[in-house]
Nanobody, 125 residues
């Protein structure tokens, strides 16, 4: 069983930046693909970015150029750097993990086994 804990959300003005973190525990030698999703009010949860088990990174088209996903495997932590924040980025951001590699390519919300509780990002204009 993998537990995911997100942090780093907050309230920022448009144009600002945030760095979200997601720490997985317990530590395991098994590589998991890890990804970020977000869900705005009254909208479906959408995949934002993922790193699969061989390090390949996938971004949703809507966030390319402003979002950067990275991973510190020694710390079992996934990061999401969000720059040039826009009000439409306001959402709950979730971390997800799966022992298979392909969910981090498809970023399908039904394909992941493990989810964190989320961290709220609110962007004001």
């Amino acid at each position: 069983q993998v537990q995911l804990v997100e942090s780093g959300g907050g309230s920022v003005q448009a144009g600002g930046s945030l760095r979200l973190s997601c720490t997985a525990s317990p530590y395991s030698d098994t590589r998991y693909c890890m990804a970020w999703f977000r869900q705005a009010p009254e909208k479906e949860r959408e995949g934002v970015a993922g790193i699969d088990t061989d390090g390949t990174i996938t971004y949703a088209d809507s966030v390319k150029g402003r979002f950067t996903v990275s991973q510190d495997t020694a710390k079992n932590t996934l990061y999401l750097q969000i720059d040039s924040l826009k009000p439409e980025d306001t959402a709950m951001y979730y971390c997800a993990a799966d022992p298979q590699w392909w969910p981090c390519r498809t970023l399908g919300r039904r394909d992941f086994d493990y989810w964190g509780q989320g961290t709220q990002v609110t962007v004001s204009s």
